[in-house]
T-cell receptor, first 114, second 115 residues
Framework: DAGITQSPRHKVTETGTPVTLRCHQTENHRYMYWYRQDPGHGLRLIHYSYGVKDTDKGEVSDGYSVSRSKTEDFLLTLESATSSQTSVYFC?????????????FGPGTRLTVT | GENVEQHPSTLSVQEGDSAVIKCTYSDSASNYFPWYKQELGKGPQLIIDIRSNVGEKKDQRIAVTLNKTAKHFSLHITETQPEDSAVYFCAASRNRGGSNYKLTFGKGTLLTVNP
């Protein structure tokens, strides 16, 4: 998985509790992304980062926040989890330089909110 | 914003046959089109991509074609094998100065290759 790890890999939590998912890369890539995957919707971008402390919203950012204090780590936080946030979450990385547009995905985190 | 449509949603072929998956996009400024393969329980894996300055690209049994005028691109898999069975996603993005390089994905195609 291109030097990308996600933790935890599985989590069950209750409605209203905070949850933080972690993405760690060993490739020193500048860009990092968080997606969610749901049946019938494919992959949808939640937030992305284009450098340390530089982040921006994707198409489904409501209810989520992110932080990137180091190049290698990108955290996704659900401040107060809801059942609609039950999903599989994928982190991706990209060098995004003039020769490389490729985006590589991690193994995913399956989150269930009860 | 960009919108990517992918067809068919499911595709079943016999081993050895060819499979074709088609995608259309809406943003004429998009210039990068990757294809991903996702096996059950795993993350999407990049299998081939194409840039807008190229009409076709091949890698062994896999090929991608791009028609910029019609704004559609296709994945072709020849001599399919059971291990090709997976969900395939197409995507598009605009990789130019000032853009944000975000990928927009199609909803996926479940390919089943029957032995």
């Amino acid at each position: 998985d291109a030097g990308i790890t996600q933790s935890p890999r599985h989590k069950v939590t209750e409605t209203g509790t905070p949850v933080t998912l972690r993405c760690h890369q060993t490739e020193n890539h500048r860009y990092m992304y968080w997606y969610r995957q749901d049946p019938g919707h494919g992959l949808r971008l939640i937030h992305y980062s284009y450098g340390v402390k530089d982040t921006d919203k994707g198409e489904v950012s409501d209810g989520y926040s992110v932080s990137r204090s180091k190049t290698e780590d990108f955290l996704l936080t659900l401040e107060s989890a809801t059942s609609s946030q039950t999903s599989v979450y994928f982190c991706a990385i990209s060098a995004r330089d003039i020769t490389s547009y490729e985006q590589y995905f991690g193994p995913g985190t399956r989150l269930t909110v009860t | 914003g960009e919108n990517v449509e992918q067809h068919p949603s499911t595709l079943s072929v016999q081993e050895g046959d060819s499979a074709v998956i088609k995608c259309t996009y809406s943003d004429s400024a998009s210039n990068y089109f990757p294809w991903y393969k996702q096996e059950l329980g795993k993350g999407p894996q990049l299998i081939i991509d194409i840039r807008s300055n190229v009409g076709e690209k091949k890698d062994q049994r896999i090929a991608v074609t791009l028609n910029k005028t019609a704004k559609h691109f296709s994945l072709h898999i020849t001599e399919t094998q059971p291990e090709d069975s997976a969900v395939y996603f197409c995507a598009a993005s605009r990789n130019r100065g000032g853009s944000n390089y975000k990928l927009t994905f199609g909803k996926g195609t479940l390919l089943t290759v029957n032995p």
